[in-house]
Each structure stands twice: as structure tokens, then as C-alpha cells.
């Protein structure tokens, strides 16, 4: 859409009004800097013309770009390092756009999951909780009331084996560990035995999720008591308990006993993974340490039952120091019990992780593009051109996902996730195989090994960002 009349002679000049660069009256552009050869003052008309031309002609380039970059793997980034250059987009600046674009959307639908859940909430309050799953609801809508479980009751009436060793060296470790099994099933058994547990698992009026929330909110937590108050405050020191064996071992039989008294009253109810595999205090026992481990337990356990108090009280009361990095980590405890218990603060710090691989996507592919010039070392591309290559393909990924997500969200299916799985790494291949002009087996072999390597950066990309998300 290019404005002819500005090229008529009587518009032009002899002397470019940019760099003064002499020029002929038949001269459509300065031969020194480019700009148009034009002395009419600008006008509304001619500036509307220039900035429509502008569009339509940076459109068309994109076209050009995308078309082929999609349904032709390779092809683009070939040719662009071969010179043909000026009907592409510049391929940094595309992968820029495209990204932003993609986690716009990202947001974008997160907003309008937000605002469908608000409103089924407003039409119908009882739906909300229906939705979360909470028992005291089931419990009201079904008729099934639990039966009241005094924990305290039931410890005092389990024999404490272990009260009778005064000295602890006399025993060894694998008897330590039997006893501590032996009062945690005595214990499980107590609960079972006390409460309708097992008769609220089996009802068929239940759904699996409503069985599930009702076993994370009634019988999950006896799998935990047991580890957590009596290991810590009943006959053992923390010291002790660290000694004796790790929490995995303990949580790993407590819930296979759980799982067994559950076939034994027939409940035939299995439990979920997660909370088969999930020990937050192993997790930040690796993570913090065991000295900073235990300051943050007291810290987490003491704002659980004392949510408003305020930091300097907090500390005082726990006998800590007024610091700096003990306000700090303070703050940081009350955050992981956020994370562990409200489920919009932590549908929150996923959102602020996944605002910020944007960001790490410029860090981490220069350097796995470092990773792909070393598996083409004997090739004749250079960094840069490997790097070219690199984010023609992200960008390919974004695009493609950014589609199938608009059609899951469009139909209400999760399809298009599936099928971004088979699309994709057959798109990785072709442009590999395109690209380097190499054999199948060399190509697929080492398609498998970059992937894997991708696999394992980015992983440690996601919890380096994850971590700095945490701090700040």
C-alpha cells in the first residue's frame, strides 16, 4: 500500500533533507540514508498512508515468515543464513513477540477461568464448596457425620514399649525401628476402631474426589500425628528421632498400614499417590538444613496456631533473636504454610514462576544452544547460526501450543494438549534433519540426547526460578 504521489517530480528535491546528501530530481530515495525524496510538509493524509503502508508491509513479511516457519521445519532458518533474509522477520524480535503474545494469553485465560469460577460461585454459593470438595459439606448433604476421635485418648490407651529403655544404647537400631512401627500400627488400629472411617470410604454415594477429600481431611492426618507430635514431643527427644531412622521409612509403612486396614473393612478405597509420596519435612530438611530446619519448623508450627501475631512477638516467644534474617525466615515459614494450606496463594506463586520463564528462556537457550553447537562441532555453522535456529524453533513451539490451547479452550477439551505431544517432536526432528542436512540415525540420535539434556536444564531452570520466586 505504497503512496505513489509522494514520487511525482514536482514533490522532489535536489538535496536530501535528512543527511544533505545531493540527489537527482528522478531520485525516489537518498542514496546516502534512504529517506524518501520528499519536501512536502507532512500531512494527515500522508501520515495515516506511511503508517497503514508500514503495517500491512511488516504483516505481509510475517506472513511470509510464519507459513513456512510452521509447515516447513528448517526451511526459514536455512535460507535466512544463506543471505535470503529481507522477506523473513527478524528472528530474535519474532521469538520476543511471540513469547509475549503466548504468555499474554496465558493470562488471559487464567483471568476468564478466575471470572467463570466467581460467577458459578455467585449463581449457586452451594456449588463452590461443591467444587472444593470440603467434608463438612458432603458431610451435611449426605447425612454421614464422622464420629467424634479423641487422638489423646487413644495414645494414652497405647502401651508405650519404649518408656521401659533407660538406656538407649542398650537396644539396637533395628529394634528402635520395629518398636516405632509397632506403636504407629497400634495407633492406626485405635483409629479405625474408634471411628466410621472406613464405613464413610465405601458408601457408593460418594464419588472417588469426594473420597479422596474426605480421606485428606479425616484419616491423612492420624498418618501424620504420629510422626509429627509423638515423635517430636512424646518419647523421644528431636534429636532421637533424627537418629533413629528417616520420616520416609515411618511414612511409607503408616500409609501401606493405612492402605491394609482399609481392605480389611473392606473399603476397598486406594490411596492416592500424593499423599503416599508427599513428606514436607524431609523436603525443607534437605533444603534448609537440619539447624535451619528446625528453626523453621518452630517458626511454621508456632504461626499455624498463632496467626496474627506479629514477627518481634513471634520471636520472643519462641526465644529467638529480634534479626534481620530471623524476621526473614519468619516470613518465609509463614509462606510455605500458605502455600501448603490456601490454594489461591498458591495458584498465585505458580502464576509468578510462570511470569518469569519468559525471562529465563534468555538465559537457558543461549546456553543449551551451546550444548547444540557441540553436537555439530565438525558442521560448518557457527554459534550464532545454531542460535538462529534455536528460536525459529521456540518460537514453533509457542505458536503451535498457543493454537491447540485456543482450541482446547474454544471446545472444552484437552485434546490439543495431546496432540501438541506428537506434533511437536516430530517437528523437532524435521527441522534438525533439515537444518544440518544430516541421516535419520544420526538426526534421531541425537534428537533423543538434546531432548534430554533440555529435560534436565530446564528442570533445574524451573526450580532455580521457583526458589528466587519464593525469596522475593
Known amino acids: 500500500m505504497k503512496s505513489t504521489t509522494r514520487f511525482k517530480s514536482n514533490k522532489k528535491g535536489t538535496k536530501c533533507l535528512n543527511c544533505d546528501h545531493s540527489m537527482l530530481i528522478t531520485?525516489?530515495?537518498?542514496?546516502?540514508?534512504?529517506?524518501?525524496?520528499?519536501?512536502?510538509?507532512i500531512s494527515l493524509k500522508q501520515y495515516f498512508s506511511e503508517t497503514l503502508s508500514g503495517f500491512f508491509s511488516f504483516d505481509n513479511r510475517l506472513f511470509r515468515t510464519l507459513v513456512p516457519l510452521i509447515f516447513r521445519p528448517g526451511k526459514v532458518s536455512k535460507e535466512y543464513i544463506e543471505g535470503k533474509r529481507m522477506k523473513y522477520a527478524n528472528p530474535f524480535q519474532l521469538f520476543l513477540h511471540v513469547t509475549i503474545l503466548f504468555f499474554l494469553l496465558q493470562g488471559i485465560f487464567q483471568r476468564v477461568e478466575e471470572f467463570k469460577s466467581l460467577t458459578r460461585s455467585k449463581q449457586n454459593p452451594g456449588l463452590a464448596a461443591?467444587?472444593?470438595?470440603?467434608?463438612?459439606?458432603?458431610?451435611?448433604?449426605?447425612?454421614?457425620?464422622?464420629?467424634?476421635?479423641d487422638k489423646t485418648a487413644v495414645t494414652d490407651s497405647i502401651p508405650n514399649t519404649l518408656d521401659s529403655l533407660m538406656v538407649r544404647d542398650t537396644i539396637s537400631k533395628d529394634s528402635i525401628v520395629a518398636l516405632r512401627k509397632e506403636k504407629i500400627a497400634a495407633y492406626l488400629d485405635s483409629v479405625f476402631a474408634n471411628s466410621n472411617y472406613s464405613v464413610l470410604l465405601k458408601d457408593?454415594?460418594?464419588?472417588?474426589?469426594?473420597?479422596?477429600?474426605?480421606?485428606?481431611?479425616?484419616v491423612y492426618p492420624h498418618i501424620n500425628y504420629y510422626l509429627e507430635v509423638l515423635g517430636n514431643n512424646g518419647d523421644v527427644t528431636v534429636d532421637e528421632w533424627k537418629d533413629i531412622s528417616s520420616l520416609r521409612e515411618y511414612k511409607s509403612f503408616a500409609v501401606d498400614y493405612t492402605q491394609n486396614l482399609l481392605n480389611e473393612n473392606k473399603a476397598?478405597?486406594?490411596?492416592?499417590?500424593?499423599?503416599?509420596?508427599?513428606e514436607d519435612n524431609i523436603f525443607l530438611r534437605k533444603l534448609f538444613g537440619e539447624q535451619l530446619f528446625t528453626k523453621m519448623r518452630a517458626f511454621m508450627n508456632y504461626d499455624k496456631q498463632n496467626k496474627d501475631a506479629d514477627i518481634p512477638t513471634a520471636l520472643q516467644t519462641l526465644g529467638y533473636e529480634t534479626s534481620y534474617w530471623n524476621a526473614f525466615y519468619y516470613t518465609k515459614a509463614k509462606n510455605l504454610n500458605q502455600f501448603k494450606d490456601d490454594p489461591d496463594y498458591r495458584s498465585g506463586f505458580l502464576n509468578s514462576v510462570v511470569s518469569k520463564i519468559s525471562i529465563a528462556l534468555f538465559f537457558l537457550l543461549p546456553v543449551f544452544t551451546l550444548l547444540v553447537s557441540l553436537f555439530y562441532i565438525r558442521g560448518p555453522h557457527n554459534y550464532t547460526e545454531h542460535l538462529l535456529l534455536v528460536f525459529h524453533v521456540q518460537t514453533a513451539f509457542f505458536i503451535i501450543l498457543g493454537l491447540l490451547l485456543?482450541?482446547?479452550?474454544?471446545?472444552?477439551?484437552?485434546?490439543?494438549?495431546?496432540?501438541?505431544?506428537?506434533?511437536f517432536p516430530y517437528y523437532l526432528y524435521r527441522s534438525m534433519k533439515n537444518f544440518y542436512r544430516q541421516g535419520w540415525f544420526k538426526t534421531m540420535s541425537k534428537f533423543i540426547v538434546l531432548n534430554l539434556l533440555f529435560i534436565v536444564l530446564s528442570s533445574i531452570g524451573f526450580i532455580i526460578i521457583s526458589f528466587i520466586s519464593f525469596l522475593v
Open 27 to 41: 531520485d525516489n530515495f537518498c542514496p546516502e540514508c534512504g529517506q524518501v525524496n520528499d519536501e512536502n510538509r
Open 130 to 149: 461443591e467444587d472444593s470438595l470440603k467434608v463438612a459439606n458432603l458431610e451435611k448433604d449426605l447425612g454421614k457425620i464422622p464420629v467424634p476421635f
Open 204 to 218: 457408593p454415594r460418594y464419588n472417588a474426589a469426594q473420597k479422596d477429600s474426605i480421606f485428606e481431611a479425616a
Open 268 to 278: 476397598y478405597y486406594t490411596i492416592p499417590d500424593k499423599f503416599k509420596l508427599s
Open 406 to 423: 485456543i482450541f482446547d479452550k474454544i471446545f472444552n477439551t484437552g485434546i490439543g494438549v495431546g496432540i501438541f505431544f506428537i506434533i
